[in-house]
């Protein structure tokens, strides 16, 4: 076993360990919400709890592969067993992406003012979110048929010179190329569009958190902290997790690009590229803990005097509850 696959394993060890353990601890909390504590409960979870499930199938499919590929594990999948992995991890990636987006949005509208465009659909937006998931999970399932007819276990093919490739299964580019070319314009369009409207909306809702914070200060003057402004540290954790999606996806999809369309294999690049697609799933879950009044009311003695400042978005919250 190389040095290089050894720092690999260790790496996507503790990335996945870490990432299922948030995801899981998120997961319980949501349940829990729903579960026994109905008041605690707020519409947006439902968005957060399909996204964190969907994160975990993102971390589990690719992750575990991944490490035990890397501790020197041979042969692990079957045809069968790629297709079936690889289908799963990219239904799950894009499921990630268009939920993400559905949360920014959700976000914007609720917490629109009541002279904007958006503020009519305030009340409507809660039954808009169990159809979102189901044109999503169709949309997905959907592109990435192709997926299951392309994908083979590298133990059963040839290694070309170029195509898609992981250290275990491999796109196999003698199919149909109209297949393949459909396949990617549908994954390029359905990419941008959500990336754009996630950063629009996120953008939006960054814009009116800010005019709020101004009127506020107007009125209380220098007696509002920058630390105790709520609205501040919404737009912050907004800007955070936006920016982490941005980030991780654009490295990945370049190295991806690079790694697809290159002359010569490069075995640590496709390492460092499935990497960077599970950062997100990973990193998700650590925002969202460190925002949310819950955690610390339920594992922290501490965690009843939390300020109610220190909600994700408090403004959200306020109107949710009057729902």
Known sequence: MLLN????????????????????TMLMVYLKAFVTQPQQKKT??????????????????????EMLVAFGMKDILSDAGCQSLMYINRVCRGLSICTTCLLSMFQAITISPSTSYWARLKSRAPSYILPSFLFFWVLNMLIYIHVITSTRSIRNVTIVSRGYFSKYCVADR????????TFLCAMTVRDLVFVLLMSWASGYMVTVLYR???QVQHIRGASLSPRSSAETRATHIILLLVSCFVCFYCINSGITLYVTYAIQ?????????????????????????????????????????????LSMNPTADRVIAKD
């Open 5 to 24: 696959d050894s720092i690999f394993g260790i790496f996507f060890f503790y990335q996945t360990a870490f990432g299922f353990l948030g995801n899981s």
């Open 44 to 65: 947006i979870d439902l968005i957060l709890t399909h996204l964190t499930m969907v994160n975990t199938g993102t971390l589990l499919t690719r992750g575990v592969p």
């Open 174 to 181: 003698s199919g149909n190329m109209i297949q393949s070319f």
């Open 212 to 214: 709020h914070r101004k």
């Open 265 to 309: 294999r490069d075995a640590d690049m496709e390492s460092v590229a499935t990497f960077f697609s599970a950062c997100y799933p990973a990193l998700c879950p650590l925002v969202l803990i460190s925002s949310d009044p819950r955690i610390t009311k339920t594992h922290c003695p501490l965690g009843k005097e939390r300020h109610p400042s």
